[in-house]
């Protein structure tokens, strides 16, 4: 089910993504002096009072890109415009009007979509009263706003459930899953997207960095809704050249936090490098169901087979070893459905339980198989029993004598052979080590300080 699309529109650095965060109430846009870092569609659902729509940013028209991606920014605005039931033509009121703000009223005059003009920044009565000078651009009387400090946010929600009416009655379906795309730069995650959304969602370039934000892209399969999240390319940090780079990571962190499954693209005619290795070191910590996707998988065909593939990156990619393998070619759209069903394979793992007693069976085979090392002092660890106390990830508890006992490799290897025994094969397993006396400890009665027993 589609929603209603309100389209924010203007010129460079009018303020239109911090417009786009203060409306949805969380930094979903990157807000940076520095002109042109919107580029994507930027989206986020907005409820008010229980009417719903689908809130775009974009990018700042007539922006001179220096990737020279200012076609395909322009692009995307026009997608917007296009799918739009309300624009939101936003201008700088500390300013005089610009011959790019006039650009834009003239694109915007061919629209059949209603117009509402919003004069940002205004943070001061004497910036409010300047405000009627806009009326010129010709689309009626301004409503005065200040994304920066929140101003005015109430009355312009009103003004916008007003002006798309019962178009914004109903609320949208929650996606059955929701999948994060990460991987670094150009290894084709927004051609994937875009083979998803069977559209150009996001810009596809051959410039490093062309995606900055997390995208949210909505798609459908099987009448079924899902949500995929495209993410910035990551680039080892010394790289860094501005507080973008900076943004970007955040927001694939944030994205691969609050992901169902991640798909975790590398490019197959490249080696694997310390920022794949980094990446997979980040989703394992966040304990993610996660699958390796090899893309450019039809440019690396003579050179390896998938098996030989698959060793290489059990090589090189250790702490993944539990996730599966998928080969796609996202140029083409080939393998993209059979990703999304594997992905739902995991997502159904993820949220499995246990009873105890396969729990505890689990663990007595694992103990029988190999027991724990003895520590420095000769002390030996135990296992007691073990239970499922949540799922996504699944998450187990064992209680132990003394969980400083237990080495780490040692701890790895219960964590394998749970997930080989039971049905999270190919997902991670969190485990938790608590302290618990054994049943023997428990019913012994401890003696009291200084009492002794008397003779027979």
């Not at 005065?144 to 949208?172: D, F, N, Q, W, Y």
């Not at 991640?262 to 005619?269: C, E, H, N, P």
Request: with cysteine.
């Amino acid at each position: 089910m589609s929603l209603p699309i309100v389209a924010i529109v203007g010129r460079p650095n009018v303020g239109k993504s911090s417009l786009l965060n203060t409306l949805a109430r969380r930094r979903i846009s990157i807000v940076d002096p520095t002109p042109g870092v919107t580029r994507d569609r930027v989206s986020a659902v907005i409820d008010v009072d229980d009417r719903y729509f689908e809130l775009i940013d974009t990018g700042g028209y007539g922006i001179e890109d220096h990737d020279d991606l200012t076609e395909h920014v322009e692009g995307q605005i026009r997608y917007a415009i296009a799918g739009a039931s309300l624009i939101l033509f936003v201008v700088d009121v500390q300013e005089e009007i610009t011959p790019l703000d006039q650009e834009v009223a003239r694109l915007l005059r061919a629209v059949d979509a209603p117009i509402q003009l919003v004069a940002n920044k205004t943070d001061t009565h004497k910036q409010e009263q300047r405000a009627g000078v806009l009326v010129s651009l010709g689309f009626g009387d301004p409503i005065c706003v200040s994304a920066l400090h929140g101003h005015g946010r109430r009355e312009l929600m009103e003004l916008i459930t007003e002006r798309i009416g019962a178009e914004a009655s109903v609320e949208p379906p929650d996606p059955v899953m929701k999948v994060a795309m990460a991987g670094r730069r150009n290894v084709g995650k927004s051609t994937f997207i875009n083979a998803l959304a069977g559209q150009d969602r996001v810009i596809v370039s051959e410039v490093p960095g062309t995606t900055r934000d997390s995208v949210d892209v909505r798609f459908e399969m099987d009448g079924q809704e899902f949500l995929a999240i495209d993410t910035a390319g990551i680039r080892k940090r010394r790289k860094w050249k501005a507080d973008i780079d900076f943004y970007g990571y955040t927001r694939v962190l944030a994205s691969v936090r609050r992901a169902d499954v991640v798909l975790f693209m590398i490019d197959a005619t490249t080696p694997i490098t310390e920022v794949d290795k980094k990446l997979a070191r980040l989703i394992r910590d966040e304990y993610k169901p996660c699958v390796i996707v090899i893309n450019k998988w039809d440019l690396a065909k003579g050179r390896a087979d998938a098996e030989a593939y698959g060793d290489y990156l059990a090589k090189t990619l250790p702490q993944m070893s539990y996730a599966p393998l998928a080969f796609s070619t996202a140029t083409e759209g080939r393998n993209i459905r059979s990703t999304i069903e594997l992905s739902r394979s995991l997502f159904k793992q993820a949220r499995t339980r246990v009873t105890t007693g396969q729990l505890n069976r689990a663990v007595e085979a694992t103990l029988a198989e190999q027991q724990p090392a003895a520590g420095k002092q000769g002390a030996q660890p135990k296992i007691y029993y073990a239970t499922q106390v949540s799922v996504c990830p699944p998450t187990v508890v064992l209680f132990v004598n003394n969980p400083a006992l237990m080495r780490e490799q040692y701890r790895r290897f219960v964590e394998k052979r749970i997930r080989e025994t039971l049905p999270f094969e190919e997902v991670p397993v969190r485990l938790l080590w608590r302290a618990r006396k054994s049943r023997e400890e428990a019913t012994t009665p401890r003696r009291k300080a200084g009492h002794h027993p008397g003779p027979d």
